[in-house]
């Protein structure tokens, strides 16, 4: 990252523009940092102005006791001053509950784009999430980073045999070292159901896209967005996953914005 600027509590943030043409800034999901989304930005730099930054608590970004959902939307609002006072959002995952509070909460965006948020559509199916929660909180207390994230990777859906091979893989200890954030994303989840009252409250157009090969029920989470925010619609990219291609969305993402 090239660049730095300041939330309002103080915290340092990383960030780095590429392209031209309307800014977009790309917001990463859970164990990722601003150069997970980086080959998302290139393939949209020919279009928009794609601007990448370390959320909170990662990379080359800082941060500052008590966390908050309300923090991170003020980190948004810090980077969209930063960047020029106008722009729209893209977030993957967990990174794209995050983008729909900030719509929500009345960030001076344009638009707001997001893949996959894996929110359940009803209190049942959060179940798994509030166990989810309670066991993470204890592996963090007690600094059991690797237990943290290994809760993560069960939640989505790899298998014990994987597990252990990333224990073992040099890949590990930097997963070890952003586990913390990884009770900030499920902050921005909060209980995991799809807040329709929040979303139904959204002023701006939103695009909600999911991958044809993905489960069924993140493909229903995403058209269930799609149905709530009033200028909402949906996309399926036909043959993707939650592990999307760059080149694939980008074109999605490219038009969506500068439409």
Known sequence: MDKKTTSRDGTPLAYRVTGQGPTVILVSGAMSTGGTVAPLAHRLAGQCTAVVYDRRGRGESGDTAPYAVEREVEDLAALVDAVGGAAGLFGVSSGGALVLEAAASGLPVRQAAVYEVPFADSLDGGAG????????????SEGRRGDAVELFLRLTGLGEETISSARQSP?????????PSL???DSVMGDGV???ERL???SVPVLSVAGGASPGWLREAAEAIA???PQ???RALEGQTHAVEPEVLAPVLADFFTG
């Open 129 to 140: 999430k509030r166990t989810y929660t309670e066991r993470l909180e204890k592996a963090l």
């Open 171 to 179: 890949m590990w200890a930097g997963m070890e070292s952003v586990a």
């Open 183 to 185: 009770a900030y994303d």
């Open 194 to 196: 799809l807040p329709r």
């Open 232 to 234: 909402g619609a949906y």
């Open 227 to 229: 149905r709530t925010v």
């Open 200 to 202: 139904a409250g959204i």
